[in-house]
């Protein structure tokens, strides 16, 4: 059981490049999620889907898009690379039983963008 | 508007000397308040998830406690490999789905 897992660990970008970041939950999970991390900040929500075959935005989306695959994978799409894009990105997925909510992430993916 | 903060930004204990880390917070509707461990260049590791005031779990050298407006995370005896950055998050339903709002957290560090 891996948890919750993202490729690519490490990214660098030029501005204008694209990207797509990948996520896969091994949980059975029916909501998964996107943030990202930046110095100082707590984690903001980019993109979440509630269910396989739902998007919708969250905090931050401008300069994001996002595909759900299937049920285990999420991934995330930078168009055209921006520095302020530059950060730590992080997936995760949600358990949600009859009086519990519990989320669980990825290890990340460190995207800088020159 | 929906807030959470952390403090203090940052703590250095020594090996065995007890304290507590704080989490204030407001928001409408608060239907979970949640603790995480994050070590350096990991992703944030769950902890505890408390629904209501007055409401303590434990975890080894850990306890949370929650009040209507803020939570503490008690560190009793503390060791070096308790060391990490500690996030707070309150859920909350706003926008049409359930969200996590992350505080930017405590940076902990437990000298022997």
């Known amino acids: 059981n891996a948890g919750v897992t993202q490729t690519p660990k490490f990214q660098v970008l030029k501005t204008g490049q694209s990207m797509t970041l990948q996520c896969a939950q091994d949980m059975n999970h029916n909501s998964m999620y996107w943030y990202r991390q930046d110095p100082g900040m707590g984690l903001r929500l980019i993109y979440y889907?509630?269910?396989?075959?739902?998007?919708d935005k969250g905090e931050v989306p401008n300069g994001y898009n996002v595909s759900r695959l299937n049920k285990r994978e999420f991934s995330l799409r930078l168009e055209s690379a921006a520095p302020s894009q530059t950060s730590v990105y992080f997936c995760?997925?949600?358990?949600?039983?009859?009086?519990?909510?519990?989320?669980?992430f990825g290890p990340g993916t460190r995207l800088t963008v020159t | 508007e929906d807030q959470v903060t952390q403090s203090p930004e940052a703590l250095r204990l020594q090996e065995g000397e007890s304290s507590s880390l704080n989490c204030s917070y407001t928001?409408?509707?608060?239907?979970?308040l949640f603790w995480y461990r994050q070590d350096p260049g990991k992703g944030p590791e769950f902890l505890f998830t408390?629904?209501?005031a007055g409401e303590e779990k434990e975890k080894e050298r850990l306890k949370a406690t929650l009040t209507k407006k803020e939570s503490f995370l008690h560190i009793t005896a503390p060791k070096p490999e308790d060391s990490a950055t500690y996030l707070c998050a309150v859920q909350s339903f706003s926008g049409g789905y359930n969200k996590l709002i992350f505080g930017a957290g405590t940076r902990l560090a437990v000298h022997p």
């Open positions: 995760a997925s949600t358990h949600r039983g009859h009086t519990t909510y519990e989320q669980y």
């Open positions: 408390l629904y209501s």
């Open positions: 928001v409408s509707g608060l239907r979970g």
């Open positions: 889907s509630a269910s396989e075959g739902t998007t």
